[in-house]
């Protein structure tokens, strides 16, 4: 948030905005002048699941950008009010109408360059009905050799499917950070 001509303040919408490290804080934040007002920045929350069926993984091909076109795991950002598997229940369903069942939790990876946290869990997913919703072009359930790895659509995706991998032979939970 360099430029602050053109940001108003959310709570009195003043738009003397300056950039300031509060008493006792670490970070340089964007503080109203008028009431005081501190506009925090905090990572974005993306919540999602390798769902299973049988031997097959439910992927969806995007409809929208970024990477529209290529293949990725049901996931998205975490809503106000929402718990974390309630969210990535429900991207299951807007993106693949996929009814699923949380397992357990696979993997969280921290995006620290884009402020993003991705939790991601193993799903059940409940019966076959699939078919693609509204950020889908397509969706389908692939079998471990029909993965397209040469069109997957972010890093985090292939991060998830190896990690849902190795998680078949063995009952370990590990964190995994960047693993790349
Ligand atoms: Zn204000």
Redesign the pocket.
Known sequence: MDNLDKLF??????Q??ILKKPDGDTHVRTI??????IMYQNPKIVTGSVCSYKDKILLCKRAIDPQKGLWTLPAGYLEINESIEEGAVREAYEEAFAKIQIVRLLATYSLKHISQIQVIYEAKLLNEDIKAGIESLEVGLFGWDEIPWDQLAFESVRWALRNFKERQNSNTFDVFNNPN
């Open positions: 303040c959310v709570q009195c919408g003043s003397s905005l109203c002048q008028n009431c005081n007002h």
